[in-house]
């Protein structure tokens, strides 16, 4: 979630601290990833396009063009919707990575895949889902101040991480999972975390769908062999790099997680939530499978299988 040049996280504080990786594993490629690689963008591409089909957007006066959509059901219907937040975009890349053939690549541009089959899965299996982004753009229309030139203002920041939260409520979400990829300072940071938020009067049913989605995300990657060390489930104050603003030190919480903050923020999710980071991609092992068509399906279908397990009782 840590960018380069520091244009997000303003709402966070400490700073990322990925599982030490094996550096054997960063100097090979990825068995069953390396070669999808190519086909990534073209298949991401099919399912922006599939999953903007036959949605609606929420309020298009608030939101950009493609996102806050809602999508019904593709068969059956539980009547439950799922709110799922593909982490930066637009003005935001997020953090910035690279695989292990030395090819960069954008968080942003990653998670949107990941929240893309996770919306497909999650419609076959009877949820109505509401996405906060289907394109490569910011989530909430700019207000006067929000943007200093093409990078997003401190105060545009927390509009626009707030707007997911914003969109999650007028979906009358019961479950928010926010998918962001992790960075560090050294090639050798990897693993896969997933935080929450226990200052929130439900932070119990955060804790309990956190753990789902540790669990599972993790096994369905560790089931292709890919080793990826478990960095645990954690309170979202450990998460995030150096706060901007002192406003964002004082807050100390992730902003799609967290309360209300009089002064700061004032529009927080009203709904038990967690946020996943499941690769390092400054990890280039790891980079290689977040920017892959195979690695983002697996990431995907851990997802689906979390929210299904937790909506029908399971403990992690």
């Known amino acids: 979630m840590a960018l380069a040049v520091l244009v997000v996280r303003v709402a966070l504080v400490g700073s990322p601290s990925g599982g030490a990786g094996s550096p054997a594993r960063n100097d090979h490629t990825v068995p069953g990833v390396d070669a999808a690689r190519s086909a990534t963008r073209a298949g991401a591409a099919t399912a922006a396009a599939g999953s903007r089909a ?53 968080e942003a541009r990653e998670t949107l895949p990941v929240a893309l089959d996770t919306t497909a899965l999650l419609r076959a299996a009877g949820y109505r889902v509401v996405v906060s982004r289907t394109r490569q753009s910011a989530v909430a229309r700019p207000r006067p101040g929000d943007m200093n030139g093409s990078v997003f203002t401190v105060k545009g920041e927390i509009h626009e991480i707030g ?10 979400a019961s479950i928010l999972v926010a998918v962001y990829f992790d960075a560090g300072g050294s090639p050798l940071d990897a693993g896969s975390v997933t935080g929450y938020d226990r200052a929130r009067p439900f932070w119990r049913s955060s804790l309990r769908l956190a753990g789902l989605v540790q669990r599972d995300v993790l096994a369905a990657m560790n ?22 603003s002192s406003g964002g030190a004082a807050y100390g919480h992730l902003i ?35 920017a892959s068509a195979t690695g983002q399906r697996v990431i995907a279908a851990g997802l689906a299988k979390a929210v299904e397990q937790y909506f029908a009782g399971a403990k992690p």
């Open 256 to 290: 799609v997680l967290g309360p209300a903050k009089a002064g700061f923020f004032t529009t927080p999710s009203l709904m038990p939530g967690a946020l996943i980071e499941p690769l390092f991609i400054t990890d280039p092992f790891e980079g290689t499978i977040a």
């Open 163 to 172: 707007a997911r939260d914003v969109c999650a409520n007028l979906a009358h």
């Open 54 to 106: 036959g949605g609606t957007a929420l309020d298009p006066s608030i939101f950009t063009a493609g996102s806050c959509v809602a999508f019904p059901p593709t068969a059956g219907n539980r009547h439950v919707t799922v709110f799922i937040d593909a982490g930066h975009g637009g003005p935001d890349p997020g953090a910035l990575g690279q695989t292990s053939t030395g090819r960069s690549i954008e």
């Open 223 to 244: 089931a292709k062999g890919w080793q990826i060390p478990d960095d645990g489930v954690v309170s979202d104050v450990t998460l995030g790099g150096v706060p901007l």
